[in-house]
């Protein structure tokens, strides 16, 4: 039977489902924003592309934006993994492989930003 | 009237079957239900198991898979019900026998939330008031017949039966939340804030689609989440 009094230090239910929706907020609004963006304004050459693309100000809704994708992904998988993969060794596998590929593409994506752009 | 019927006794079968039973219902279709059917049936065969007490959609006892909705056979008319009728018993728990499965899980839930009102304050010597406003909030939370219905049509419910609270305890969890009278809100909240017994759920609403009361767990799970909110804000 359950504790009625349980508390545990993986009382981070609510950040992690308020991070979820926050950041598909984000994603669906700057994507929106960049397809309409781009409608209006098409860019005529990679240069004003580029341009655009690498100002300090969208430089940084990029970088959100991407963060973003990251964190959403990762919690939406894990939570399907924590609802479909029982066992605890498959379970741990699995996170574990998860946890580097994010991390990859999260320090991808901090190469792409900060160094390169 | 044809039906095909989830039997399994555990001491003579090695796995469950689907029986056919044909039956005149002799009944007025129009005001005849599935429970009156299955009491003929039982007339029959007495070794048809199945639970039932009310017969009028207030215990909850009768609570079955009908043609793959939950539902209760006492309120479910068996005009206009395809046939043949196919009756499970309610999906994810274990059978004790035909119909009857083991809710053990899912009252240890129901306890779990403390559906109670804590109240510290001197008992007072008529009733603790509530503005008609404060009673109206309870509307729609305090009238669960506990059926499990709704619980055991959830599929988080299915993957985390011991873990996930289920609609029907995360319901109650809110009926006592919104109560004004009640003073422990923020145990309640706290007992409820891991990645288990309240965020499984993914809001797929087969709990609200199938509550034989026309309540809405999903909202109340909904509520339970701003309440957690605006507690953190």
Known sequence: MMKPEYRSSLRRGLGEWLLQRLSSLYIGGFALFVGVKLYLQPMQSYEAWTGWATSTGMGIAFAIFWFSIIIHAWIGLRSVIMDYIKPFGLRFIILSVLVLMFSALTLWTMDIFLLRG | ?233
């Open chain 2, 1 to 233: 009237m044809k039906l095909k019927i989830y039997r399994y006794n555990p001491d003579t079968d090695k796995k469950p079957y689907m029986e056919d039973f044909e039956i005149d219902p002799g009944l007025d279709s129009g005001s005849g239900m599935l429970l009156d059917v299955l009491i003929a049936l039982k007339a029959q065969d007495d070794s048809l198991s199945f639970r039932r007490s009310c017969g009028e959609g207030v215990c909850g006892s009768d609570a079955m898979n009908i043609n793959g909705r939950n539902g209760l056979a006492c309120t479910t008319p068996i005009i206009g019900l395809p046939e043949p009728v196919v009756l499970r018993p309610l999906p994810g728990r274990p059978v004790i026998r035909d119909l009857i499965v083991d809710l053990t899980q899912f009252y240890n839930q129901y306890r779990a939330v403390k559906p109670w009102l804590i109240n510290h304050d001197p008992v007072p010597e008529i009733e603790r008031l509530q503005s008609p406003e404060e009673r109206e909030e309870l509307d729609g939370l305090y009238e669960c017949i506990l059926c499990a219905c709704c619980s055991t049509a959830c599929p988080s419910f299915w993957w985390h039966p011991d873990r996930f609270m289920g609609p029907a305890a995360l319901l109650q969890a809110y009926r006592f939340l919104a109560d004004s009278r009640d003073q422990a809100s923020g145990k309640r909240l706290d007992a409820l804030e891991d990645p288990y017994r309240l965020f499984r759920c993914h809001t797929i609403m087969n709990c609200t689609d199938v509550c034989p009361k026309s309540l809405n767990p999903a909202r109340a799970i909904a509520r339970i989440k701003h309440r957690m909110i605006k507690r953190a804000g």
